[in-house]
């Protein structure tokens, strides 16, 4: 394998006749970081990682992977290797062929190749079905050829396209763990495309929210969530209340609400229930405040059952100063 | 299941029925015909069953013609059927890219489909003896032997009557071309180019091996309808005959059933194709998979 790369935009613009979707971002990936790009569809996330594949042109700014701008280069000339979202299996080759397609283009004699293949396979647990065809492979599967058949190139960066949307949900938080088991072993830099944030929580060295074009905000999964920098990101992580408090924007983590009895003295605001969620581990209680702001609760199981509260119920909400967190406006 | 059928399903089921014999009538006609004895006519009843017509027809007893004629196609339906597939794929891949003028191209290209095959045949045959006339000059003027003694016309099979088999194939193997990469996802190309294949290689390894199945189809088309084409032919051949043309004109002179013979014994020819290229496309596919 060769060596992980930083991979760094600067100002990168991509624009399609006329309509502009990716808008002057700029971004450092760490070498052998797992930095995942979050947004909601359309925000610009896919061009930017086929920007940095070479499969889309970039209208404007540059990409370096490592020390060498590669805005010229084949995708192949990258040291890049991407991992598309159908996969894009080759259905006419057998898995282990599709693994060693890339040797095959280079001119690597057939007995090598695959032998190769078959130990690239090994490492996907996916031995024992070398010979069969894509279309015979559950999802499952066919996503381990696919990162099998990208790793085989030895790329120094690893770009995924929404790999796990296409998995349901079990095998999706299965196939996660394997995902990050495979980067920490290798120590490639990856970079990850997701429209999903418990994905990236859970997956990302670096989060970078993405919206419209530009980048809302990218640091660590804690730093996002706990330091949301825009209402639009403290929206799109989820499980955040924005407010307005005082004439501040401010964002309070709905594990951060207290609820209290009405008469309490240190009471923020008064509220009524409107709606209770049982969830398992935890219950979301749907709060309506006097001033008609709405906002959500949530109570670990037991707690919330050591004094339970029905809808309609009268109550007062507090939460400590620290937890409130301030906004900037949307960009 | 056991409900009664309403009154609609036998009136429509009687319309099918009228539509299978109409469909198929003839063909069995000529079929059961073509076994005519030796003593029976071109009509029922049958007198006798024999395969007295086919033996005339194989021993082609005062019947070069025919025989030529059947090669004569056969060599350009093969013509046919290769420049076809290759020129549809060509232009298929050539319209993905959205280039200037596409639409009107396409137009062009598709416009031979409307306009009445024998006013294109009439047409090509025109332009060819302008043709013609033009070697002719410039042959006297140059001195050129052969063309001021043995030069007669530049029509013929595999001149005009190739190009006129082809403005009747190429739109369809283009439109099928069309619906081919309308569904074909650009992803595996991306993918072999990521995974450092030239785009000759990506053609080669990628693109032409999963359209493949798609290319006996255009393949088949191309021989077809170039085989029994004859309007199109009718003009452009020169001195020569296709079979269409060579059975056309035996229509109008026919004296015995050595024609369903001959009827029979290609549309046999046609049938053995389309088995061949239907079991040549189901190999080809990847197996689906099962369960």
Known sequence: ?331 | MSARRPRSFYVLAFLFVLFLLFLYGPMISILVLSFQGPEGGLVFPMVGVSTHWFERLWAGGGQVEIGAALRRSFALALVVMVLTVTISVLAGLAFRRRFRGATVLLYVAIASLIVPSIVVSLGIALEFRLLDDAIKAVGAVAGIEWVQTGFVSALGPFTSGLGAHLTWTLPFGLLIMFAVFNRFDPAYEEAARDLGATPWQTFRHVTLPMIAPFLIGVAVFGFTLSWDELARSSQVMGAQNTLPMQLAAKTTTVTDPEIYALGTATTGGSVLLLLVAFTLISLMQPRRKRG
């Open chain 1, 1 to 331: 394998m060769s060596d992980a790369q930083t991979v760094e935009l600067a100002a990168v613009t991509k624009r399609y006749d006329g309509a502009l979707a990716v808008d002057a971002i700029s971004l450092k990936i760490k070498a052998g970081s797992y930095c995942c790009l979050l947004g909601p569809s359309g925000c610009g996330k896919s061009s930017t990682l086929r920007m940095i594949a070479g499969h889309e042109d970039v209208t404007d700014g540059h990409i370096m992977i490592g020390p060498r701008v590669v805005n010229d280069d084949p995708p192949a000339a990258r040291g890049t290797a991407m991992m598309f979202q159908s996969y894009a299996l080759f259905p006419h080759l057998s898995v282990a062929e599709n693994v060693a397609f890339s040797l095959r283009m280079k001119g690597v004699a057939r007995a090598e190749r695959l032998d190769r293949a078959e130990r690239m396979l090994d490492l996907v647990s996916m031995t024992e079905f070398s010979d069969r065809k894509p279309t015979q492979l559950s999802g499952g599967q066919q996503q381990r050829v696919a990162l099998a058949r990208a790793l085989m190139t030895e790329p120094s960066v690893l770009l995924l396209d929404e790999p796990l949307s296409a998995l349901d949900p079990f095998l999706r938080v299965r196939m996660r763990s394997e995902l990050r088991r495979i980067q920490a072993e290798m120590g490639l830099t990856f970079i990850h495309v997701t429209h999903s944030q418990e994905e990236a929580m859970a997956l990302a060295d670096l989060v970078v929210v993405m919206n419209d074009g530009r980048i809302a905000q990218a640091a660590s999964p804690r730093e996002i969530y706990n330091a949301p920098r825009t209402p639009f990101v403290a929206r799109f992580i989820g499980g955040h209340n924005i407010l307005d408090d005082g004439g501040r924007t401010i964002a309070l983590r709905a594990d951060d609400v207290a609820i209290l009895p009405p008469g309490e003295a240190a009471a923020r605001r008064r509220a009524r229930v409107s709606e209770i969620e049982y969830r398992g581990p935890d219950v979301r209680v749907g709060l309506e405040t006097e001033a008609g702001e709405t906002l959500n609760a949530v109570m670990r199981e037991r707690a919330f059952f050591d004094s339970p509260l029905a809808p309609g119920a009268d109550v007062a909400i507090g939460w400590r100063p620290e937890a409130a967190h301030e906004l900037s406006r949307d960009a």
